[in-house]
């Protein structure tokens, strides 16, 4: 059986890749591929605690904080991106190591540290489709749906910083897509780069 594909949406938040995750993943789907649809932080135990940190204000030092992701994605490692991936589905993911590259990277510790070992320890993505967006854009998109603004991670300042990291990452495995289109334009171009890398036929 051959392995299967990992493919990661990254982008700061309110970017729309939750929205254009799913979008794919459906897409994906109906075209004939297995997929699974899964996401960081996970719903674990050390998920739980990131998240609960994120809404609440305090934050951990950069170096806990890196911790905490690290230990969490191991279990998503060992537990979902592996066992999907030996089974030859395509696993797409809405974070994975590139959001603790930018994240942790603009809390200050190195980025292009945190990525060798991150590509040195995880498997590597098969792609990543990183959405790009105005931050203050970004923002308003979060308050204009309603979502509740994270005291830790939603901050305009914060997300420009993220999104600088972003631009540093030079990877051959990254799609770099404008994310002010419409979400239909955006779907279409998406699932267009994606088999332009594999192939409509690529299980």
Not at 156 to 185: G, M, P, Q
Request: charge should be negative; proline fraction near 4%.
């Amino acid at each position: 059986m051959n392995r299967g594909r990992l493919i990661a949406f990254e982008g700061i938040d309110g970017c729309g890749k939750s929205t254009q995750l799913e979008r794919f993943a459906n897409n994906a789907t109906n075209a004939g591929h297995d997929v699974v649809v899964t996401g960081e932080p996970t719903t674990g135990p050390t998920g739980r605690r990131i998240r609960e940190m994120a809404r609440s204000g305090t934050a951990l030092s950069p170096t806990e904080e890196l911790r905490w992701f690290i230990e969490d994605r191991r279990v998503h490692v060992r537990e979902v991106i592996e066992p999907a991936l030996a089974a030859g589905r395509w696993v797409v993911t809405d974070r994975y190591f590139l959001s603790t590259v930018a994240y942790q990277g603009a809390r200050g510790l190195d980025f292009e540290q945190i990525l060798a070992d991150s590509e040195s320890e995880f498997p590597l993505p098969d792609l990543v489709v990183l959405l790009e967006i105005d931050p203050s854009v970004a923002l308003e998109r979060i308050r204009s749906r309603g979502g509740v603004i994270e005291a830790v991670f939603e901050q305009k300042e914060f997300l420009e910083a993220v999104a600088e990291v972003f631009r540093a990452i030079d990877r051959s495995y990254i799609e770099r897509i404008h994310a002010d289109a419409t979400a239909e334009a955006l779907e279409a171009e998406i699932f267009d780069r994606v088999m332009a890398r594999f192939g409509p036929t690529v299980g």
